[in-house]
Nanobody, 120 residues
Framework: QVQLLESGGGLAQEGGSLELSCVAS????????MVWYRQGPGQQRELVAA???????NYANSVRGRFTISRDNARNTTYLQMRALKTDDTAVYYC??????????????WGQGTQVTVSS
């Protein structure tokens, strides 16, 4: 069974930094883009950053220049380095990926989410 597990969330001071990690475990035959989403209280889920298997990146305008997404294909892991944090960054952050387990078709997988809270 393929699973995604996020870690690294917690409390941060405005202007501070946090790094999130997401590891895909189980039978991972192939994996397309790895994506970070977030959802604040009373808000819709939004895309934060995405990275394709070749390392090409895309960011939401609200985080561009402050957040950096990366991936380690050998470890089936993606990272989100967050700098210059703002209170508006407070949200639950989710990892998402399309994964083909055991040479099967691609399936969407989601992690459980990790809470990021930024204080002023």
């Amino acid at each position: 069974q393929v699973q995604l597990l996020e870690s690294g969330g917690g409390l941060a001071q405005e202007g501070g930094s946090l790094e999130l990690s997401c590891v895909a475990s189980g039978s991972v035959y192939a994996m397309n883009d790895m994506v970070w989403y977030r959802q604040g209280p009373g808000q819709q889920r939004e895309l934060v950053a995405a990275i394709n298997p070749n390392g090409l990146r895309n960011y939401a305008n609200s985080v561009r220049g402050r957040f950096t997404i990366s991936r380690d294909n050998a470890r089936n892991t993606t990272y989100l380095q967050m700098r210059a944090l703002k209170t508006d960054d407070t949200a639950v952050y989710y990892c998402q990926a399309q994964i083909a387990p055991r040479m099967g078709p691609l399936i969407d997988y989601w992690g459980q989410g990790t809470q990021v809270t930024v204080s002023s």
